[in-house]
């Protein structure tokens, strides 16, 4: 059977019915998550850290605030967002992605990864990354932080798990593969996770990455 793809932020409705027929007062809301996640991104990765390289590859952290947009494709969830990164410094971040069914009756709902190129191809040549290298990538490059000096990180979404609570608000944790990058990333590799929330009111949120890169 055809799988059903809606916009997350189109969830936010039914998410609400269906929490509030199925979930007691007594159950904790995930509003407590996203309080914890918007503290812990507030703590600033500086970029300056001096990591000898291995073979094994080193420890890599980004905390970043993003902003989803709608667009014409109801199945769509790209975004956009700025922070710091390690090796980067200040650096900003696309993503792209699409959701898949209805949220269960626990509000939960998973996503697949898409190209970050769909939405923001002139805003990544802006930056000085080749699209046209990220397209012939063998694997899908759904998010992608750069310094907008030439260097990026592409990432794909191995697996995400989305919580929404009785506000439509969204906390969600997802596997994710480093799966290259440009200039001193160039030919990256990695993998590592991914923990963030998404506020119905405004689209706003935070994420923070944790991975082991090897470059």
Do not use: H
């Not at 939960?108 to 990354?129: H, M, R, S």
């Not at 994420?207 to 470059?215: L, S």
């Amino acid at each position: 059977m055809k799988q059903i793809k809606l916009k997350l932020s189109g969830l936010v409705l039914i998410s609400g019915i269906i929490f509030s027929s199925c979930m007691s007062e007594a159950e904790t809301p995930v509003i407590n998550e996203l309080a914890e996640v918007s503290r812990e991104t507030s703590q600033v990765v500086t970029g300056e850290e001096n990591f000898r390289k291995g073979p094994k590859g080193v420890f890599y952290q980004e905390k970043f605030s993003n902003q989803s947009i709608v667009v014409g494709n109801p199945a769509a969830f790209p975004g956009f967002g700025e922070g710091q990164a390690t090796f980067i410094g200040k650096g900003f971040s696309f993503f792209n992605q699409y959701a898949l069914g209805f949220p269960d009756q626990n509000g939960v709902v998973f996503t697949e990864p898409a190209w970050v190129t769909e939405f923001f191809e002139k805003e990544l040549i802006a930056l000085g990354i080749d699209a046209e290298v990220i397209k012939a990538s063998s694997k899908i490059v759904s998010s992608l932080t750069t310094d907008g000096k030439g260097n990026s990180i592409w990432f794909k979404s191995v697996s995400n798990r989305a919580q929404f609570d009785q506000q439509g608000n969204i906390t969600f944790e997802a596997e994710i593969e480093i799966v290259g990058g440009t200039g001193k990333f160039q030919g990256a590799t990695g993998v590592g996770t991914v923990k963030g929330n998404v506020m119905a009111s405004d689209g706003k949120g935070n994420t923070t990455v944790r991975a082991n890169i090897v470059f």
